[in-house]
């Protein structure tokens, strides 16, 4: 009975520390000309039900894989100036939310991550 009731203040503490979970990551049609941010993934706000589309670097072995849990957090680290020898960040951050038509990708709806996706040609990785 202990045991089970550690593994799910385990399960439960992790999953309720998230802000986003990784739903989708991929490319579009913009990675080739993207030199910072050439990935594309899809955070899902269980919380909210709302979507958000960012860009990320896979700069310093920063890679978003399906389920991944992300935090706010997240949004704060930056790429390493690899000039100073890695100690300082270079001031561009891991991740950014995608900017479309002049507007930030966050609490969107399904539909609205849909169509988005869909104008720019997203394409999820393969991985097998």
Known sequence: MKKWLLVLMV????SCFADWTVVASGTDKYTK???YHPGVAVLHDYKTDKYTICRFTY???FDMNVNS???KEDFTYEILD??????RGSG????IVMKFNGKKCSNLTYEQTAAILKKINYEEYKYF
């Open 33 to 35: 000309g993207e030199t």
């Open 69 to 71: 849990e992300i935090t």
């Open 92 to 95: 561009i951050k891991c991740i």
């Open 59 to 61: 700069a310093n072995g």
């Open 11 to 14: 399960v439960l503490g992790i």
């Open 82 to 87: 690899l000039s100073s020898g890695g100690e």
